[in-house]
């Protein structure tokens, strides 16, 4: 399973973070599980929700920019968090990548929230191989 750390040094009013992961799939499913978990306390949700999600990106990095927008989107528009999630990232020209998604509405009085991300930024942005098959990536979020 891949981790995830909170970068205080690159952005003062956004949220950077440093991910990795074991595979471009295990990065993907990181990144999902730190947006939910840095949103909520995931152990508050009621866990009843269920999605599918399939986008296409011109590169990785960008797939992962569209991957946290539209997390972000899902929080906004229907108040779903998703911590739990199956991802299948294919990299080309162009990138791919399709998921179920497991979580959970914001409920008012029982979800505990923490911060309120807007959407990724450019910033820093990056993806990148490792050695031994190991990912790592970089973002920053607009809080």
């Known amino acids: 399973m891949g981790r995830f ?4 040094e690159i952005a003062l009013a956004d949220l950077a973070l440093e991910i990795e992961g074991d595979g471009l799939d295990d990065l993907f499913a990181t990144a999902a599980r730190a947006l939910a978990e840095l949103t909520v306390d995931p152990a508050t ?9 399939t986008l296409d990106a011109p590169a990785l990095d960008l797939l992962l920019y569209d991957w946290l927008a539209e997390l972000i989107f899902l929080k906004d528009r229907d108040r779903d968090i998703f911590p739990e999630v199956e991802v299948r990232v294919t990299a080309g020209t162009p990138s791919r990548l399709e998921a179920t998604l497991r979580g959970g509405r914001i409920e008012r009085g029982a979800t505990v929230l923490h911060v309120d991300p807007k959407a990724p930024t450019f910033h820093r942005l990056a993806v990148e191989p490792l050695p031994a098959g190991r990912w790592r990536a970089t973002v920053v979020i607009d809080v």
């Open 5 to 8: 750390r909170v970068l205080e």
């Open 45 to 53: 949700l009621d866990g009843r929700v269920e999605r599918r999600v």
